[in-house]
């Protein structure tokens, strides 16, 4: 992978109340010594972030019966608030994410950063476009922003370094879903960026926890980018270097 190149989202402000999602994937709670989605979002916005209501969602751990998980968190200054993992048929956009599920997403300008994560394994964050192959936009080794234009809907998805690629949308992934979003807004119930949150293990090998690679997708350019920008690299960034069992 060419490591010049990075990915940065531009999510344009969208003047719409965050809206709970129709049907969630299940988070489960991470293995001791790991951070959970609300402390990783602490960590790139600072505060602490607590829940704002638990949902049924779907759990794709096969031996867990826990069927609760977060509608988002909250840390008084920004609301973190999960999109759709399915069910809304509208694929979003710059301006309607919380109104759409994460499977898939319309063209446009983004602008991403690497947030890192717990697992043992790297990673290279890309798109599936409509000819079903992966495009490599940013590894989890780098710490710049850079653009990417794709020009027709796309799938963001994640490549670990066994080879292994996870898909946003659950039905390349044998049906399974491997990937949860936040849709971040201010006070003023104004977009100014989203997390994806991925799992890099399927099946019985896997605990759905979600927090092996998450990146940050951005406004820019805008002084929210640059601050989010930095403060990721201040503190989830920093969580690239800690690696699971």
């Known amino acids: 992978m060419d490591t010049t190149r990075s ?5 344009a402000a969208a003047a719409a109340s965050p809206v709970i999602a129709q049907s ?3 988070v489960n709670e991470p293995w001791p010594g790991e951070a959970t989605h ?31 998980t977060d509608t988002g968190f909250t840390n008084g200054s920004f609301n973190a608030v999960r999109v759709a993992d399915s069910g809304p048929s509208l694929i979003p956009d710059l301006t309607n994410l919380a109104q759409g599920s994460d499977t898939t997403f319309a063209r446009g300008s983004y602008d991403a950063i690497s947030l890192g994560g717990y697992s043992a394994l790297s990673h290279e964050l890309g798109v599936i ?12 080794g780098d710490i710049n922003n850079q653009d990417h234009h794709p020009s027709a809907q796309f ?9 292994e690629v996870f898909s946003s949308d659950a039905n390349r992934n044998d049906g399974r879903d491997q990937m949860v979003t936040y849709a971040i807004y201010d006070l003023n119930d104004e977009l100014v960026a989203a997390v994806l949150f991925f799992e890099d293990w399927a099946g ?10 998450s990146v940050m997708l951005t406004l820019a350019p805008t002084p929210q980018a640059a601050f989010l920008g ?12 800690r690696r699971r069992r």
């Open 7 to 11: 990915l940065v989202a531009v999510l």
């Open 24 to 26: 969630l994937t299940v």
């Open 38 to 68: 609300a402390e990783m979002l602490a960590d790139a916005f600072g505060g602490t972030f607590t829940s704002l209501g638990t949902t049924e969602g779907v759990n794709y751990h096969g031996t867990s019966t826990n069927t609760l």
């Open 129 to 140: 476009g409509s000819n079903g192959e992966f495009s490599s936009l940013l590894s989890s």
């Open 155 to 163: 799938e963001w998805a994640v490549r670990s370094s066994t080879g």
């Open 204 to 213: 019985a090998n896997s605990d759905y926890d979600y927090n092996d690679f």
């Open 230 to 241: 930095l403060a990721g690299l201040g503190g989830i960034g920093m969580a690239a270097s």
